[in-house]
C-alpha cells in the first residue's frame, strides 16, 4: 500500500510515501516497497531478458533520520554504489528521502521548483491563500485540492452536489448562448442575438432555481451556489 504509486510517460514507476511519525526501520521498508514495482514487471508466459524500467522510491518525512539529524542536508539521493570503484553500480533505482524538518528555505529564498514544491508541502496547513511565490497550474491544482480535503462529509456533500449542478447550469448556459447565436444570426441583427441569449439564459436560470427548490434548497442556498458557479464561470 503506497501513498502515491504511478508512472511516468517514459514507463518508469514512481512510489511516495509520506510519513508523519517516525518509526521504526523506515529504510528496510522503503527497500521492502521497492521491490514489487520490480518484481511486477516480470512478464509472464513470454520469453522476457530481465530488462527492467527504472524505480523511484520517494519519502517526505516530517521527521530527521537518527542517523543524520545534526547534518542539515534535507534531501538525500541514494543509489546501489560500487564502493570500490566508487561508481553507480546499479542506476535504474533511487531512493529520494527529504526530511522535511531541516527545510529552513523562507519565501523569497525559493527558488526552484523544488523548494517550493517542499516549502509548499511543510507551511500548507499555514497559508490560507496560495502564495505568491507559489503561482501556476500545479501549485493553483494543489491548493484547490486541499482546500477540498478539508471540507467536513457535509460540506463536501454540499460542494459535490453544486458542481453537478454547476455543470447542469453551465450546460443549459451553453445551449441558451447557442440559442441566442441562432436567433441573432438568423434575424441579421445584433438586437436579436442578445435578446434570444438572455430568454434562453433566464428560462435555464429560472428551471435551476426550480429544480433546486423542488429538492429542498433554501433560497440562500440557492442564491450561494448561483454566485460560486458564476465565480467558477468567471475564472474559467
Known amino acids: ?107 523569497s529564498e525559493l527558488k526552484t521548483q523544488l523548494d517550493k514544491w517542499l516549502y509548499a508541502i511543510n507551511h500548507l496547513c499555514e497559508l490560507d491563500k496560495p502564495s505568491p511565490a507559489l503561482s501556476g497550474k500545479m501549485f493553483d491544482k494543489l491548493f484547490y485540492e486541499a482546500a477540498v480535503a478539508s471540507l467536513t462529509t457535509m460540506e463536501a456533500n454540499a460542494y459535490f452536489e453544486s458542481q453537478k449542478q454547476y455543470l447542469y447550469y453551465i450546460n443549459s448556459i451553453d445551449f441558451a448562448e447557442m440559442k441566442g447565436k441562432h436567433i441573432g444570426k438568423h434575424i441579421g441583427m445584433k438586437i436579436g442575438f442578445e435578446q434570444g441569449f438572455e430568454e434562453g439564459r433566464n428560462s435555464e436560470r429560472d428551471k435551476f432555481i426550480q429544480a433546486m427548490k423542488e429538492q429542498g434548497y433554501s433560497d440562500e442556498a440557492i442564491t450561494m451556489i448561483l454566485q460560486a458557479t458564476q465565480d467558477i464561470k468567471d475564472r474559467t
Open 1 to 107: 500500500m503506497y501513498d502515491i504509486y504511478c508512472k511516468t510517460e517514459k514507463g518508469d514507476h514512481v512510489i511516495v510515501e509520506m510519513q508523519n511519525e517516525p518509526v521504526r526501520f523506515f529504510k528496510d521498508r522503503s527497500v521492502f516497497y521497492s521491490a514489487f514495482p520490480i518484481r511486477d514487471q516480470a512478464i509472464k508466459g513470454k520469453k522476457w531478458n530481465f530488462e527492467l524500467k527504472a524505480v523511484y522510491a520517494v519519502g517526505l518525512l516530517n521527521f530527521c533520520f537518527s542517523d543524520g539529524k545534526d547534518d542539515k542536508t534535507y534531501l538525500h539521493r541514494v543509489k546501489l554504489m560500487d564502493i570500490e570503484a566508487r561508481t553507480f553500480f546499479y542506476d535504474k533505482l533511487t531512493f529520494v528521502f527529504a526530511e522535511l524538518p531541516k527545510f529552513k528555505k523562507k519565501e
